[in-house]
């Protein structure tokens, strides 16, 4: 019987972020979230099964550090479960969040 793919070892949002609670996931993540916003830009989330119920309000939450205008929704949400040849893309999400925290600090 031939084994089942692999998925690859991608953490859940939470492993990077810490949840509410503070503490860090050690979860694998199990599905990616796209969020697309009202003007049709989007960004990705990866989350393990416990914290996909979550996953709205993470995006929310964070809105306003990935992106500079006011009043931003987001529209659209769509989970796909992630397969083998799954390419992350949650180091994106941290990239413009360190940019936004850099930015901040230095006034720019």
């Known amino acids: 019987m031939p084994s089942s793919p692999r998925k690859p070892g991608i953490p859940c949002i939470f492993n990077v972020v ?10 694998s993540a199990d599905y ?7 003007d049709g830009r989007s960004f990705f989330l990866e989350f ?18 990935l ?4 009043d931003l929704r987001i529209s659209c ?8 040849g ?3 893309k949650n180091e994106e999400f941290l990239a413009k969040l360190r940019e936004s925290k ?3 600090r230095y006034g720019s």
């Open 18 to 27: 810490p949840a509410r609670d503070k503490e860090m996931c050690e979860n």
């Open 32 to 38: 990616s979230a796209e969020f697309v916003l009202v």
């Open 48 to 65: 393990c099964s416990p914290h996909l119920p979550k996953a709205s309000a993470v995006a929310e939450n964070y809105l306003d550090h």
């Open 67 to 70: 992106f500079t205008d006011s």
């Open 77 to 84: 949400t769509q989970f796909n479960e992630i397969k083998s």
């Open 86 to 88: 799954y390419v992350p």
């Open 102 to 104: 850099s930015q901040r």
